[in-house]
């Protein structure tokens, strides 16, 4: 605490320390802030010299997410896992073709732009599998395909040739029910039996 006296026979303040503690201070005031942006500020004299020092002690740059997308299947992984209990503890996975649409995007908004695009694909899922078709129209635009349902497709024949023809075996794989699969190779003309090996 900052004691300032009254004003003495100069006409002075005198200011004096009197007392201490710590004041515990949410991350987002000083990470708001970039480390350019607060030494900006200290030489135009709107942030403390002496609280600049005391903060500026390890100074780690961040890449964007655009520069890192090798980081992408982890940090989605990580909110898979975290917003889990929001949706029932259901395990969410990522499909292949969704994760290759997700690298290719460049994510203006960083992190948090890909926590709430993991969150919305998980909400929008009819299923445990996340596709294409579950990520938000901005994300999606980087896709690859012509349109969503060519990599839908592919993946479906990946699975079905993976396992030989095993439905149940791919719709494991797919966290499809089987069902659920069985509807969607119809629907694009795929034949299991054409995979099996006699």
Avoid: C
């Avoid at 802030?33 to 200290?42: E, G, H, K, L, T």
């Avoid at 010299?49 to 982890?74: A, Q, S, T």
């Avoid at 969704?98 to 926590?115: F, H, I, Q, S």
């Amino acid at each position: 605490m900052i004691f300032t006296a009254p004003r003495g026979p100069a006409g002075r303040r005198t200011a004096a320390i009197v007392d201490a503690a710590e004041i515990p201070i949410p991350h987002e005031v000083v990470r708001g802030q970039s480390p350019r942006s607060r030494f900006v500020a200290v030489q135009a004299k709107r942030f403390r010299e002496d609280l600049y020092y005391r903060i500026n002690v390890m100074r780690i740059d961040v890449p964007p997410l655009r520069e890192r997308k090798g980081d992408i299947p982890l940090l989605a992984q990580h909110f898979l896992n975290h917003h889990a209990k929001e949706f029932g503890g259901k395990k969410f996975t990522i499909n292949p073709d969704a994760m290759l649409v997700m690298k290719k995007y460049d994510w203006p908004g960083n992190v948090r732009e890909l926590a709430n695009a993991i969150r919305s694909a998980m909400a929008t899922s009819s299923d445990a599998a996340i596709g294409i078709s579950n990520l938000p129209d901005s994300v999606r635009e980087a896709s690859p395909y012509p349109d969503d349902r060519e990599g839908e497709k592919r993946q479906l024949v990946e699975a079905v040739r993976k396992h030989r023809g095993n439905v149940s075996a791919a719709a494991r794989e797919l966290n499809l029910h089987r069902v659920t699969l069985h509807n969607k190779l119809r629907a694009y003309g795929i034949e299991a039996t054409e995979y099996r090996k006699g």
